[in-house]
Nanobody, 121 residues
């Protein structure tokens, strides 16, 4: 069964950190770009970050640039999203998905079930 599984979410205070994981089963991640997305209640889903498969190039939404870091460990078939200096507005369900490229216009597939991140004091 081909699937992505996110983990690592939780409740954290403002200014805190979390590391999300996106683990693949049933296929290998190394041929895919991996994107992280989030969706807060009542809001549209937004792209957060993406890492390419070819050269490991990374991309970030302006809202998380300088605070979040995406990385991949193809030996573990896992992509990570390190989130630092978290803000209440980062509260959302975070999803990962595969794509052929991080470039705009490419579709994402194999969506995971999501992991909840709540930033609150």
């Amino acid at each position: 069964q081909v699937q992505l599984v996110e983990s690592g979410g939780g409740l954290v205070q403002p200014g805190g950190s979390l590391r999300l994981s996106c683990a693949a089963s049933g296929f290998t991640l190394d041929a895919y770009a991996i994107g992280w997305f989030r969706q807060a209640p009542g809001k549209e889903r937004e792209g957060v970050s993406c890492i390419s498969s070819s050269d490991g190039s990374t991309y970030y939404a302006d809202s998380v640039k300088g605070r979040f870091n995406i990385s991949r460990d193809d030996s573990k078939n896992t992509v990570y999203l390190q989130m630092n200096s978290l803000k209440p507005e980062d509260t959302a369900v975070y999803y990962c998905a595969t794509s052929l490229s991080c470039e705009v216009g490419y579709e994402y597939d194999n969506w995971g079930q999501g992991t909840q991140v709540t930033v609150s004091s």
